[in-house]
């Protein structure tokens, strides 16, 4: 299986919860190794260029708000198939819906305050890296 890099965001609810700690260690576990971690709070300006994408769903401005209303870790993890095995360890986007043993099943209350994101894609996962990392901090130093 190929080495990827992915982008993980453990969300405000994470980190006001004091799941930092708990989380980074499952990734640990999982064998998906931050390569680089920083914590930052988003810029209303910052949260929405992370979620353009979403820009026109009805979520948007709810999602901005609580991305912003606290501060956020933000990673990139290096491993075996990373980004597919980063979203199976989150497990499925709403919590009611993940399976048991998951990040999103054992620590989210909602849709939208699930805990944790994960680039979706070898495409995202580079955009996303670059959005928060330049190559210097992303181990080994680029
Ligand atoms: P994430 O994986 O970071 O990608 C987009 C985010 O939007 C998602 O996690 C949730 O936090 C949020 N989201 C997705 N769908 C909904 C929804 N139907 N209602 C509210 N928030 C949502």
């Not at 971690?37 to 009805?58: C, D, K, N, T, W």
């Not at 497990?91 to 819906?97: I, R, S």
């Not at 993940?98 to 680039?119: F, M, P, Q, W």
Request: charged share 30%; proline share 5%.
């Amino acid at each position: 299986m190929a080495t990827q890099r992915t982008l993980s965001i453990i969300k405000p609810d994470g980190v006001e919860k004091n799941l930092i700690g708990k989380i980074i260690a499952r990734f640990e576990e999982e064998g998906l190794t931050p390569v680089a971690v920083r914590m930052v709070h988003l810029s209303q300006q910052e949260a929405e260029g992370f979620y353009a994408v979403h820009r026109e769903r009805p979520f948007f401005d709810s999602l901005v708000e609580f991305m912003t209303r606290g501060p956020v870790v933000v990673m990139v993890l290096e491993g075996d198939d990373a980004i597919a095995r980063n979203r199976e360890v989150m497990g499925a986007t709403n919590p009611d819906e993940a399976d048991e043993g998951t990040l999103r099943k054992l620590y989210a209350s909602g849709i939208e305050e699930n805990t944790v994101h994960g680039s979706d894609s070898p495409e995202n996962a580079a955009k996303e890296i670059k959005y928060f990392f330049s190559d210097v901090q992303v181990f080994p130093r680029g």
